[in-house]
Each structure stands twice: as structure tokens, then as C-alpha cells.
């Protein structure tokens, strides 16, 4: 931990400051957790933020935090080394951010947008791409790390919901190199849900026929 203790002390000044801001610490988590870094309206649209709020929640921060002024740049580390203390409990200590925690809160907000979205044959922004392209991504990060509290009823809405209008929402995805990732993650959760021993079925035969449906449309565009 020595050779930490500059940028250490550094992080937990301006950490102590910034999260008198109420909504800083879930912020925070959430831009960690990203799986690719957002523009701040791209995350404003991801949350149903106005942009104003993100930037007032991430003020306190910006000598650790490249948060641009206006929608030129994705909010971004200044330190690389920021993301592994915030991730050590023994580092940051009450500044920790729960993986757990966060990786949730993305699922279930990525669930949320793409639960709510009925205009899928309109163009969409980079925050609804964000949740057809990762909602699985998150959800498989719970699954790795033995956080099986997960909402079945949720998972079940999502798949049934992709299923239906499937070419068009297929089209968030912007490529058929995103679609293969992207199946490749649900037949990760599909695997996790054939192991579990707590009548899944109904999940796992709503997984199969997504995936059915994807390579179907797929085979026919």
C-alpha cells in the first residue's frame, strides 16, 4: 500500500468534499461500472437525468475527474488508479464502491429503459444502446460473482419483451458484430439459469426462444 499513499490521500480529500453532494456516491458508481465510458448526456439519458444534474453531482470531484463542460468527451479517470481504490475496501474504506451494488443498479436501469421502450423503430440515443448492449453484460458480472440475488421476474420481462419486435430492436444494436457478442452473454445467463435449482424453467425456455428469434432474424436481413 506504500506506494499508493500520495495518490491515496489525494482521492480521499477530494472524495470527503465531493460526496457532501447527495447524489455524488451513486453517480460516481455508476460512471465506474460502465462498461465503456458515456458523455455526460449520454448518462443523463441512460438515468432520465437532465445533464445539468450530472455535472452538479460530479462538481466536487473534477481534479480526479475529466467531466467536460460540454458534449465533445466521455467522463473519464484522471488516474487510472482511482478505479482500483475505489474497488479496495481496504484503501478507500468508507469510499468504497460495492460492485455488487453498482453492477445492480446498471442491470436494473438498463432493464428499466429497454422495459420502457415502446418507440423502437425511432432512432435512439447512445443511452438507450447502452442498455440493449449491456444489460446482459452486468447481469452475467452479478452471476460471476456468486451474487444470485437476482430478479427472476425482471430477467423474464426483458427476454419476453426483446422477443417481441425482435428485428427492430435488434436494429439498438447497430451491428451484427454486437448482435454475436451480445448472444454470446445471454447464452452465459441461459447457462447460469439451467444450473440453478429454483424453477427456472420458465426463464430458461424464455432465453432459448430469444435466442431463436435473434438468429432468426438474423439469417433473414
Wanted: net charge negative; with cysteine.
Amino acid at each position: 500500500m506504500e506506494s499508493h499513499n500520495g495518490l491515496d490521500s489525494l482521492f480521499t480529500q477530494v472524495l470527503d468534499s465531493a460526496k457532501k453532494h447527495p447524489d455524488f456516491l451513486f453517480v460516481l458508481g455508476t460512471t465506474m461500472f460502465l462498461r465503456e465510458p458515456l458523455k455526460p448526456s449520454q448518462l443523463a439519458q441512460f438515468l432520465k437525468w437532465p445533464t445539468y444534474d450530472i455535472w452538479s453531482a460530479l462538481e466536487g470531484s473534477l481534479s480526479i475527474l475529466h467531466v467536460p463542460e460540454g458534449d465533445d468527451d466521455v467522463i473519464r479517470l484522471y488516474h487510472a488508479s482511482l478505479q482500483d481504490f475505489l474497488n479496495d475496501l481496504g484503501r478507500s474504506g468508507n469510499h468504497f464502491l460495492d460492485p455488487a451494488i453498482n453492477h445492480k443498479t446498471l442491470f436494473r436501469t438498463s432493464a428499466r429503459l429497454i422495459l420502457e421502450d415502446t418507440h423502437f423503430f425511432t432512432e435512439s440515443g447512445q443511452g438507450i444502446y447502452y442498455a440493449y448492449r449491456n444489460w446482459c453484460y452486468h447481469l452475467m458480472s452479478l452471476i460471476n460473482d456468486n451474487i444470485t440475488s437476482v430478479d427472476k421476474t425482471t430477467i423474464g420481462a426483458l427476454m419476453e419483451r426483446l422477443s417481441q419486435g425482435c428485428s427492430a430492436r435488434l436494429a439498438r444494436l447497430k451491428s451484427h458484430k454486437v448482435v454475436k457478442m451480445w448472444l454470446e452473454e445471454l447464452e452465459g445467463v441461459i447457462a447460469w439459469a439451467r444450473k440453478e435449482q429454483n424453477d427456472f424453467d420458465t426463464l430458461i425456455e424464455m432465453g432459448e426462444q430469444l435466442q431463436a428469434n435473434v438468429h432468426f432474424v438474423c439469417q433473414n436481413i
